[in-house]
């Protein structure tokens, strides 16, 4: 982590004290959260990580705040302060009040915090396992990012104690959901094929992007149900989110899979140049240099 955090309007030493434990939603998981891209010292996808939180906080009964400005102003002065300028933001909203083990003395509805971090590095290819009955998906909750993300950090420590980087979690169909914190893709020719919503499955913002979005010369991107047994019919299997962009997977537990074709780094090339053209239209002129 980076030496400064964000609490609220304040910028303050990582290691200060600044929160309360009687604050009900940092005891009880109860808040949202999102992962940034900071690229150039942009928020990349900004507005895509703020409407996913709105609408979950929505779901989750959690306050939020009403301006994405307000939120977006703060943020880049944690940019400023720390530097961080190619990063990861984690960013929450976390409820504060409500319930009998409310603390005295609380008197904002919300508090939001964020920190930054130097970007990981990531293998280029990547090994899964599989956890069975991992996303029930006909939970009013299911696609939701809640700061109650435990089960998700076991299976992931549980993934890397047996020599692996993830997990393929099912959901009780037996259907592919999603990985621990990542989305997953099949390409079957030039069709790249991803769970539906309706697997349980979070939206993540890479995800969106290369449905809606992105646009990769020779290939569609669809949702599709998937099975596991789907993957060893695949050109390619590869994992995706904010931090990791698009990695290969080399192999899955229990299966045989091939890594087949180009769909990887025509994606990857298509992803880099949306990001690039980002950033160029979100960099404030002054930023940008004097025009000629």
């Given at each position: 982590m980076h030496q400064f955090l964000?609490?609220?309007?304040?910028?303050?030493?990582?290691?200060?004290?600044?929160?309360a434990a009687g604050q009900v939603g940092l005891l009880s998981g109860w808040g949202v959260f999102s992962t940034i891209r900071i690229a150039e010292g942009v928020l990349f996808?900004?507005?895509r990580h703020w409407d996913r939180m709105r609408r979950d906080a929505r779901k989750l009964r959690v306050p939020f705040p009403d301006d994405r400005e307000w939120m977006h102003s703060r943020l880049m002065r944690l940019v400023e302060a720390n530097g961080a300028r190619q990063a990861t933001m984690r960013v929450?909203?976390?409820?504060?009040?409500?319930?009998?083990?409310?603390?005295?003395g609380i008197e904002r509805d919300f508090d939001l915090i964020a920190f930054t971090s130097p970007m990981a590095e990531w293998p280029g290819a990547v090994r899964l396992g599989i956890k069975s009955a991992a996303r029930y998906s006909q939970s009013e909750f299911s696609s939701t990012k809640m700061l109650s993300w435990a089960q998700n950090l076991v299976w992931y420590e549980q993934a890397r104690e047996r020599g692996l980087d993830e997990l393929v979690l099912l959901n009780e169909r037996g259907e592919i959901a999603e990985c621990t914190s990542a989305n997953i893709f099949?390409?079957?020719?030039n069709t790249v094929c991803t769970p539906p919503l309706s697997s349980g499955c979070l939206p993540g913002v890479t995800r969106a992007l290369l449905l809606s979005e992105i646009r990769a010369p020779g290939f569609t991107t669809v949702e599709r149900a998937?099975?596991?047994a789907d993957l060893e019919k695949a050109d390619q299997v590869l994992i995706t989110s904010t931090t990791r962009d698009l990695l290969v997977v080399e192999a899955v537990e229990g299966l045989t899979i091939r890594s087949e074709g180009q769909a990887q780094a025509v994606l990857e090339e298509a992803l880099l140049d949306y990001r690039t053209r980002y950033v160029e239209a979100h960099t404030p002129a002054q930023a940008a240099g004097p025009s000629r």
């Open positions: 964000l609490h609220n309007d304040r910028i303050l030493d990582a290691g200060s004290d600044s929160l996808a900004f507005e929450v909203v976390v409820r504060n009040r409500g319930g009998m083990w409310q603390g005295p099949a390409v079957f020719g998937l099975m596991p």
